[in-house]
């Protein structure tokens, strides 16, 4: 097994000579301001970057064992096993040949373009695994050179400092070497990822003046004692070069996902037992980090022939493998290869003397190749240990390792598609052939270098005591398959490992599927084989895409309740005179509505469900705005738990529902929950507040869910620039201030059981006849309006002055009187203070007025939440009293696999049996089967009730519903994601909520969920 080589045409770069002069040149509009130059000033001459690598001469001699070369310098390889990068030059140490070699590699690290914290972009682009390498002037001090003498910073807000290891160049002492340390950014020596292109993230600061508070007590110098400006006792500013670090192609478009270009595939790492049986210490004159050894494989089956690069680790010692000797030696072991081998010793006692190998046991490494098919097996670990070793007698509980040639992706390490436990043989179509039920569930647990990783079961694998059942490990190769950093995969045409489980181990009755949205239905009723033209699994607010479930984009739309919308435009009045409330500095306080038929939303379309409200507007009266300033507004946002309702009866010319608009008698409610009224009083806010038996060791206590603050600004500030038209209409429009936050509207995570909209005729209005000529869809009835139809409540809270009042208060707004026989349904309820008697909206929970009116306006939305949710799954029968008892789920990605700031919940519920046809024939049942047929909450509700709405009560098919469906308190939630709390319940559903980093326009994915249990 020979290294890999690579070789590349060498990149031409100007001479050292021109760069200097150029950087000589540039980095001084880098320097301190306020400093002057000095004789004794150290210059930083020019700063590259490239691949940290040793250096070897012809003959193969250690020349220096760190060196930056250029990203693709010629006759550079790596070992699989050391992770060492060799920098193979073509002469031998002393001649003329080898110093002009010497020479090239210090000119083929990449330039460092000179940027500053201030420079206008693009900056400089370092990979995330590059050395950084900057050199001076004059010879450097090495008793200077450290972390705080030479700095790597983040950029920005939170400017933290980052673990490097600065060194100096053994083949140069003007030359410094800073590499990430390892473990830095949570991985293995790199550097962090760039988000964004548009600026830099990371900064190599050199301090000019030490600053015990910063701790900052060293300077760097040379040996001259010159630092790097003159210590004249002036305050100086840092040295500063600013740069981006290398980020995932899918962001930056960076070549190799913003990692140096690979030196090969990665390789897996086999360790095998072996015997060293004999060693032959070196001559006197010859090379005391060289020895020559004969060794044995203890393993029939995995016995290799050693190759060149290949390790011999024994405890401390460690040899490298770099000769072969082509006749066998004399070790025991009749059947067995018996080789002899030179190694190169490579670890060092605490006194720099190489750690000889001794006789006796030792661990052989080698990377897996595509002739050592059929011995996959030896280079897979389990723990603990098999008793019949490579991959027979199987502990059920057991873990399996793999070792990687270097750091992997882990993105790319998925427990059920590239890195696989399986019952049931995956050939030859691969994890995806199978179906759910078949996949033992577990997580995969990466070491701190990427290197290894760990397949830990959730539960132990499935087993009966006394068979010797065989299971199936296998990783994915090639395209598709696992990767490393920068976006390689293995090379070898397959990796899969059969075992077989002890046959003495103790019964586990364990079982578990996992869904993996390669198919919108890889199930049927009992999990089993795929039917990708079947019913589908998942409903709701679908986005699909073979291997993912994901958030829907991040899109920005805007609505309008003006002249132009058919109710709001129908109105029997649009009010002749401005509203002055809540433009007045008087205080004031209003709370109005404006429903989804204000709006020209659909009250049943899934997609315009879960929409967040990011601005509002409302429409100067008139058109016109006048300058003016208040002390301080507040707005915040609830759904309306009332459904006003502004339909004339024909016979009395007086509203039919006078009690379905907004309550005057309370802003808020006021009556707290408790057990024997589990939602208290009812108010305008919906689900203002409910009663948790569980809560506080199961006394119960209050659970708050007070309206949400979305604009809070003192002074406010109306400037008639900001005025704009709204398209078709021509309506003026006049905008809040950005809002502090975003509030989720028609939100699918309410309670389903908790309802609102009552004393009205339910959704639609029954004014859609006469407003629209058609009949009205049949959607909830009075009452039962969930939180997906209920209006948006708009809370204004206008503060008074506190002295003088500056302001003008001319500006009003339009509005639309819904109803004009009466002053009911209330649209809006509101007090308002005068100059001479202000109001203060915070306190006092009585309104002083309340009336039909409507505000126009427009309400700006973005996508940010997704909700979608499965059927009902069977898990099959309980083997034990009190099962299936479940495991903490498997869900991938995790957090670090999604877009900053952008996340996924994952909820369950369970229940106990099911009834009705669902239980004399399963496979009819659509709570089972088909999760297309349950409404946008995921309930699956059944016939119609007498008025002609459909059923609002959960589906009496699923029975004993926990979290429960309870009529008495309905504010309870009906989701958790704590799936041990519903152990016992035999059939399970999901919910998968998506939430979008809408500043960013980052949407998170779900790529699988694996859920194990108990019998």
């Not at 095998?272 to 001559?283: E, L």
Request: charged share 15%; proline share 12%; net charge negative.
């Amino acid at each position: 097994m020979s290294p890999v080589l690579l070789s590349r045409r060498v990149r031409r770069f100007p001479s050292i000579a021109v760069l200097a002069a150029l950087l000589a040149f540039l980095l001084p509009s880098l320097a301190p301001r306020g400093r002057t130059e000095t004789r004794g000033r150290l210059r930083l001459l020019e700063a590259r970057w490239g691949r940290l690598v040793e250096v070897r001469d012809s003959e193969g001699r250690l020349v220096a064992a760190r060196k930056v070369v250029g990203p693709r310098a010629p006759d550079v390889t790596t070992n699989p096993l050391t992770g060492v990068a060799t920098a193979h030059l073509p002469a031998v140490r002393g001649t003329e040949a080898f110093e002009a070699a010497v020479r090239a590699l210090d000119e083929s690290p990449t330039l460092l373009a000179p940027c500053g914290p201030d420079s206008p972009p693009p900056f400089p682009v370092v990979p995330r695994d590059a050395a950084l390498l900057l050199r001076f002037d004059e010879p450097l001090d090495p008793a200077s050179v450290s972390a705080q003498t030479i700095e790597v910073r983040s950029a920005g807000l939170d400017p933290g400092r980052l673990d490097v290891e600065p060194t100096l160049d053994p083949l140069d002492a003007r030359v410094v070497i800073v590499v990430p340390a390892p473990g830095a950014s949570g991985e293995d020596g790199v550097l962090p990822a760039a988000e964004t292109t548009l600026s830099a993230n990371l900064e190599i600061r050199i301090p000019t003046a030490a600053d015990a508070g910063r701790g900052r007590r060293k300077l760097l110098r040379g040996r001259s004692g010159a630092s790097v400006a003159a210590e004249d006792g002036s305050e100086g500013a840092d040295l500063v070069l600013a740069f981006r670090s290398g980020g995932p192609s899918a962001v930056t478009g960076d070549l190799n996902n913003g990692f140096l270009p690979s030196l090969g595939p990665p390789s897996i790492v086999g360790a095998v037992p072996a015997s060293v049986c004999s060693v032959v210490p070196p001559s006197p004159n010859a090379n005391s980090r060289f020895q020559r050894i004969s060794l044995s494989f203890s393993l029939p089956g995995c016995s290799f022939g050693p190759e060149l690069g290949d390790m011999i680790v024994q405890g401390s010692a460690v040899g490298l493998v770099v000769h072969v000797f082509p006749t066998p030696s004399n070790c025991p072991g009749p059947g067995v290869s018996a080789p002899r081998v030179r190694v190169e010793l490579l670890a060092d006692d605490p006194g720099g003397n190489p750690i000889p190998i001794a006789s006796g046991l030792a661990e052989y490494r080698l990377p897996f190749e595509p002739e050592d098919a059929g011995s996959e097996g030896c280079f897979l670990s389990f723990v603990p240990p098999p008793s019949s070793p490579p991959a027979g007698g199987v502990d059920p509980g057991s873990v399996a390792k793999v070792r990687f040639s270097e750091a992997m992706d882990l993105d790319s390490v998925l427990p059920f598609d590239t890195f696989t436990l399986t019952l049931s043989d995956p050939d030859p179509g691969g994890p995806a052939s199978l179906p759910p039920s078949a996949f033992v569930v577990g997580g995969v647990v990466p070491s701190a270098d990427l290197r290894e990783f760990t397949f830990v079961p959730s539960l132990p694998i499935p087993h009966v005591n006394g068979a010797s059942e065989t299971r199936h490990f296998r990783i994915e190769t090639g395209l598709g398959g696992v990767q490393s950093l920068a976006g390689v995969g293995l090379a070898v045409p397959g990796f899969a490992v059969p075992f077989t489980l002890r046959p003495d181990a103790a019964t586990t009755t364990t079982a578990g599927f996992a869904l993996r949205f390669n198919a919108i239905n890889e199930t049927d009723a009992v999990l089993g084989p795929p039917d990708p033209g079947g019913k589908p699994d998942v409903g709701g607010q679908v986005v699909f895409q073979p291997g993912e479930l994901r958030g829907r984009p991040v899109v920005r739309f805007s609505k309008v309740a003006d002249i132009g919308n058919p109710f709001v435009g129908g109105a029997p009045i649009q009010f002749p005179s401005p509203v002055q409330t809540p433009l007045t500095s008087g205080g004031s306080r209003l709370q109005s509505v404006l429903r989804h038929v204000d709006l020209g939303l659909s009250g049943s379309d899934p997609g315009e469900m879960n929409l967040d409200v990011e601005g509002l507007h409302g429409s100067p009266f008139g058109g016109t705005v006048a300058a003016d300033e208040l002390p301080r507004l507040r707005v915040l946002l609830a759904h309306s738990h009332f459904f006003p309702d502004e339909t004339i009866d024909v016979a009395s010319l007086l509203p039919a529902f006078p009690l379905s608009g907004l309550s005057a008698v309370k802003f808020y409610p006021s009556v707290l929950p408790g057990a024997a009224s589990p939602l208290g009083e009812i108010g305008n806010p919906f689900a203002f507040w409910h009663w948790d038996p569980a809560l506080n060791g199961g006394t119960g206590g209050a659970v708050g869910n007070p309206p949400t603050t979305v604009f809070d600004v003192f002074p406010y500030t109306i400037n008639p620039l900001d005025l704009f038209l709204v398209p078709g209409t021509g309506t003026a429009m006049m905008p809040l201030a950005p809002f502090l936050a975003t509030y989720t509207w028609r939100d699918t995570g309410f309670p389903f059981a908790h309802k609102g909209g009552p004393a009205g005729s339910g959704v639609e209005p029954a004014r859609w006849l006469q407003v629209l000529g058609t009949l009205p869809p049949l959607l909830y009835p009075s009452g039962q309006i969930p939180s997906v139809a209920l209006p948006l409540l708009v809370e204004y809270r206008s503060y008074p002055p506190l002295g003088p009042d500056t302001s003008l208060k001319v500006n009003g707004l339009q509005v639309a009187l819904m109803v004009n026989t009466s002053a009911q349904p209330n649209f809006r309820v509101f007090k308002t203070g005068t100059p001479a008697a202000p109001t203060n909206p915070d306190v006092g929970n009585f309104p002083a007025g309340a009336g039909p009116e409507l505000y126009w306006g427009q309400a700006d939305f973005v996508v940010r939440v997704t909700r979608a949710f499965t059927h009902w799954f069977d898990t099959g029968v309980p083997v034990a009293l009190g099962s299936p008892l479940y495991a903490a789920p498997v869900v991938e990605p995790d957090v670090s696999g999604l877009p900053a700031g952008a996340s996924v919940l994952v909820e369950f519920r369970g229940a106990s049996g099911i009834a009705g046809a669902c239980a004399t024939i399963p496979f009819t049942c659509d709570p089972l089967t088909d999760a297309s047929k349950a409404n946008v909450y995921g309930v699956y509700i059944v016939g119609g009730a007498p008025s002609g709405f459909p059923n609002q009560a959960p589906t009496t098919q699923v029975t004993g519903v926990v979290p429960p469906f309870n009529p008495g308190n309905p504010a309870l939630a009906e989701w958790t994601p704590d799936l041990a709390a519903l152990n016992g319940r035999r059939f399970l559903q999901m919910r998968f909520s998506f939430f979008n980093n809408v500043l960013s326009g980052g949407v998170p994915r779900l790529s699988s969920v694996g859920v194990a249990f108990v019998r």
